[in-house]
């Protein structure tokens, strides 16, 4: 029997360790996917520490084309929004220009997760600073999505998102949902934050779909290497096959 050898997406994070985020085996540690990772180290989360690593991208880029990697993304939310949605798209083209590759970024993941979901008026809680938070209002608004409300924790050290509590983060989720209940869906924005246990319990919670960074990162790689991008009992976004139809 011939066996294949499994299929190897490619990750460029923020943190200079390099390390794959713990989200991608949560979500497909049973499928016959690897994911490898690349370091950008950004010395803080705001335009200024962005500014200093952003030109980067490409040669990471490449780097993990040639380490074996089928697919790439920038699997950094505010890093890809903050120069609004023309940098966006101009910068996915030239990483699949520089590595003849399938690419995309986190920023076009939350995008299309949203979209998969229906969600066209969204809550957003961030970990962000308030100039970051109004970044990414104006880019979901470039994209056709209103923002119902926005509230960030003001976080800017790279280390400190990842020790976030589930607790805080629900909270968070729940204040924002509740300063305007006419959102349809929630957000949950910042690539480090660890989100993906709360998807649930949100959704049951507050009755509405949930995505967030790092989840939707993942499943927006997958689906850009061709991949199916389901995984059951994560939320709405990765229900079999009605989330992957939503995206088509």
């Known amino acids: ?8 997406l490619g990750l460029i994070v923020p943190p200079a360790a390099g390390l794959v985020p713990v989200d991608g085996q949560a979500l497909y540690g049973t499928r016959d996917l690897r994911f490898i990772a690349r370091g950008l180290g ?7 520490g962005f ?8 040669e990471l880029a490449v780097e993990l084309r040639d380490a ?11 890093l ?15 990483m699949q220009q520089a590595t003849g590759l399938p ?12 979209r998969a979901l229906g969600i066209r008026r969204v809550a957003v809680a961030t970990a962000y600073i308030d100039t970051l938070n109004q970044r990414l209002v104006n880019y979901l608004a ?26 805080t983060l629900m909270a968070l989720a729940e204040r924002t949902y509740a300063a305007d209940r006419s959102a349809q869906g929630l957000l ?55 989330a992957l139809e939503r995206a088509a």
């Open 142 to 167: 470039s994209c056709g999505i209103e923002v119902t409300h926005i509230e960030g924790l003001s976080i800017t050290g790279v280390d400190a998102v990842g020790q976030v509590s589930a607790e």
């Open 51 to 58: 500014d200093t690593v952003v030109d980067r991208i490409l």
């Open 42 to 48: 950004i010395p803080g989360i705001s335009p200024e």
């Open 103 to 114: 690419c995309t970024t986190m920023s076009h993941a939350i995008v299309d997760s949203l």
């Open 80 to 94: 890809s929004f903050y120069r609004g949605l023309e940098f966006t798209h101009a910068l996915r083209d030239r």
């Open 188 to 242: 949950i924005s910042c690539g480090g934050l660890l989100t993906l246990d709360i998807h649930v319990p949100l959704e049951h919670k507050l009755g509405i779909p949930v995505t967030s960074s790092s989840p939707a990162g993942f499943w927006d790689l997958v689906r850009t290497a061709g991949l199916d991008p389901a995984s059951p009992g994560h939320g709405r976004l990765f229900e079999p096959e009605t």
């Open 68 to 78: 074996g990697a089928q697919a790439v993304s920038l699997m950094g939310t505010s």
């Open 1 to 8: 029997m011939t066996t294949h050898p499994p299929a190897t």
